[in-house]
Structures are given as structure tokens and as C-alpha cells.
């Protein structure tokens, strides 16, 4: 997944517009942007959309961000919004790969209620939202097949560390933020999955936009959150794998299995190892997983 757009799940005119837009993931929002007294309405609404979404032709994948597993309101979202199928659960202030493993649980629960295919749904987890969070990136790796990506939130990590701004005047990460950022970087490629970069603000600053999915790219970043329709094209664009990318990482692929045994491989007059060809794997496998297809 490239783009993954939210959209507040108590807005049937956004659903509309997110209907017609190119983003791979819309991301139907219960938590942040709803108000408490809205919630139980934005559970109906959120599942009479997945509804409506599944008789429909459709490229896009479909998750919805539950409220955290601590706020009680965990189980009457999942109770909405399984029986409408979507395809997966964002969690919210996540802390360790035990909090999957509960909402796993859960999710296994209502598959079976809902006559749907045991695991058919996946888990996206926001790793670094509390101070705690930071503790338990490690944990991860190996806690759920559920798992198809990590991604990372900054706003809520300022509030839990009292910080007064998360970022500086040049538009950079402070400290704090760009540690955690690389750290769930880090995390994603120990627990084998993609790594999603979090959200950027200011949605009429595309050329800062640009930059920032440019450099999340170079970094190892497979996509990102977006908060407006107009950031999803330029998060598509940026992510997407330029054809001779692509061309290049089908060659080493190639080569490797014309020769599975060779720790070194030559093509054009450049020497090609092990490291290259998993870098290689990586890029066919985004590729392959454009439009929405899965990510993971």
C-alpha cells in the first residue's frame, strides 16, 4: 500500500469523495476525528459504508481504526464493523506485539461469528504513540500473521511526552520524533513487514509533501498516511517504483535463480550479492502489490 487515506467514519459526503479517489487503502476513521457522543452513529455509518463498498467494483482495501484496546470501546467498534468485512483493523496507541495478539483474538472471535475466513483480516498497528510504545518495538517480529505493516504517529506521542512542538522550524522531526520514527523503521524490517510513514499536516504544502515521501522512500519506507485527498497523488507517484527500478531488481532476481547456489552474480559488469537480491525481492513484491492488491 502506497496511499492510505483517512476518512472520518461519521462523513458519508468524505466517503463519497474517497470512493472516487485513487488511494490503495482508505483508513475509515472511529477514533481521533470522531467525538464521543458521534461514535455510536460512526459505527453504523462506518459498516453501512464497507457495506456499500463490497457491492461495488473496487481497487481500493478498506481498514478502519478502531479506538484503542484500553478505552472500552474497543469491542463495540469491532462488533459494528466485522459485520461488514473489511479487509483490516488499524490499532491505535499499540505498545507491544501483545496488543496484536489481543486484537487478534478479538478479530478471530468475530470471523467466526460473522462466518468469515479464520485470519482473513489484517492488523495495522500505530507503534509509537505513548512513551511506552518506544519499549516495545521489538516485540512485534513474530507476534501475529496478522501483521501487514507498522506505521507511526507523531501527534500522539507529543502529547504523551508533554512535548511543545514535535517539529522544528525547518520542518524537520525534533529529536524525539525522528527517533521514533526510525526506530519503527527499524522495527517493521525486524518484524518483516512494510513500514508506512505517518501523516504530513499541512495538505497545501505539496512541495514539503514531496519531500518528506522522498525522503521516506530513500529511507526504506513503502508508503503513507494521508489526511486529504489531494496528498494521495503525489504519495502514489512517489512510491511507486520507476519502471527501471523494476526492470533492474526482475534482472538480479534473474540471475539468483539461474544460479541459486552463487553468493555473487555479475550483470553488465556489476557484481550483484545476496544483500541486493533481497532489496531486489522488495521492490518486485511493492510492485506487485500497487492498487491496493495488499502491501505487506
Not at 462523513?11 to 467525538?35: N, T
Not at 459504508?49 to 469491532?78: H, K, M, Q
Request: proline share 5%.
Amino acid at each position: 500500500m502506497r496511499s492510505l487515506l483517512f476518512v472520518p467514519a461519521d462523513s458519508p459526503r468524505k466517503f463519497a469523495k474517497a470512493m472516487q479517489g485513487e488511494a490503495d487503502a482508505l483508513i475509515l476513521d472511529l477514533e481521533d476525528s470522531i467525538a464521543a457522543a458521534h461514535k455510536p452513529a460512526a459505527r453504523e455509518s462506518a459498516t453501512d459504508f464497507l457495506r456499500e463498498w463490497r457491492s461495488a467494483p473496487r481497487a481500493a482495501t478498506i481498514l478502519v481504526r478502531i479506538n484503542a484496546l484500553d478505552t472500552g470501546l474497543a469491542d463495540a467498534d469491532l462488533d459494528a464493523v466485522m459485520r461488514a468485512r473489511p479487509d483490516g483493523i488499524m490499532l491505535p496507541k499499540a505498545e507491544s506485539g501483545a496488543d496484536v495478539q489481543q486484537l487478534g483474538a478479538k478479530l478471530a472471535v468475530r470471523e467466526a461469528e460473522n462466518d468469515l475466513p479464520d485470519g482473513s483480516t489484517f492488523i495495522l498497528p500505530i507503534v509509537t504513540e505513548t512513551a511506552r510504545a518506544m519499549f516495545g518495538l521489538g516485540s512485534y517480529a513474530g507476534a501475529s500473521r496478522r501483521t501487514r505493516a507498522l506505521t507511526w504517529g507523531a501527534e500522539d506521542l507529543s502529547a504523551s511526552l508533554g512535548s511543545e512542538v514535535n517539529r522544528l522550524p525547518d520542518g524537520g522531526y525534533a529529536p524525539p520524533f525522528a527517533l521514533a520514527r526510525n526506530m519503527m523503521l527499524f522495527a517493521a524490517a525486524a518484524t518483516g513487514v512494510d513500514a508506512i510513514d505517518t501523516i504530513f499536516g499541512n495538505f497545501r504544502d505539496s512541495a514539503a509533501l514531496r519531500a518528506e515521501c522522498e525522503a521516506a522512500r530513500r529511507d526504506g519506507f513503502a508508503g503513507k498516511m494521508a489526511i486529504h485527498p489531494d496528498q494521495v497523488a503525489i504519495i502514489n507517484e512517489t512510491f511507486t517504483p520507476a519502471q527501471k527500478a523494476i526492470d533492474e531488481a526482475r534482472a538480479v532476481i534473474a540471475a539468483f535463480a539461474a544460479n541459486p547456489d552463487a553468493g555473487v552474480v555479475s550483470i553488465d559488469g556489476a557484481m550483484y550479492d545476496r544483500p541486493h537480491l533481497l532489496r531486489a525481492e522488495r521492490v518486485v513484491r511493492r510492485d506487485y502489490h500497487l492498487g491496493g492488491i495488499g502491501g505487506g
